[in-house]
Nanobody, 115 residues
Framework: QVQLEESGGGSVQPGESLQLSCTAS????????MSWYRQRPGHQRELVAS???????IYEGSVRGRFIILRDNARNTVDLQMNSLEPEDTAVYYC?????????WGKGIVVTVSS
């Protein structure tokens, strides 16, 4: 069974940076897509950034230019470098991966941006 484990969340002030990490473990053949989603208070879960094997990453509009998604295929990890954080980035962030054509979710990690 495949598991995704997130780490790196926490509380920061506006303008600061934070990096989230996600590691896939277990038995599988391949991971086609690795992504980060978030669910902000009072909102539905939304895609933040995603990277498919061999393709350029895509970003949600409000994070483009501030967030960077970094995938390491050798280590089965995906990081989300979040810069210039804003209070509106406060959310539970979820790692997601398409593993052997099945969607797998992490448990989520809290990011709070507040002064």
């Amino acid at each position: 069974q495949v598991q995704l484990e997130e780490s790196g969340g926490g509380s920061v002030q506006p303008g600061e940076s934070l990096q989230l990490s996600c590691t896939a473990s277990g038995r599988f053949f391949s991971i086609h897509v690795m992504s980060w989603y978030r669910q902000r208070p009072g909102h539905q879960r939304e895609l933040v950034a995603s990277v498919r094997s061999g393709m350029d990453p895509i970003y949600e509009g409000s994070v483009r230019g501030r967030f960077i998604i970094l995938r390491d295929n050798a280590r089965n990890t995906v990081d989300l470098q979040m810069n210039s954080l804003e209070p509106e980035d406060t959310a539970v962030y979820y790692c997601n991966a398409e593993v052997d054509l099945r969607a797998v979710w992490g448990k989520g990690i809290v990011v709070t941006v507040s002064s």
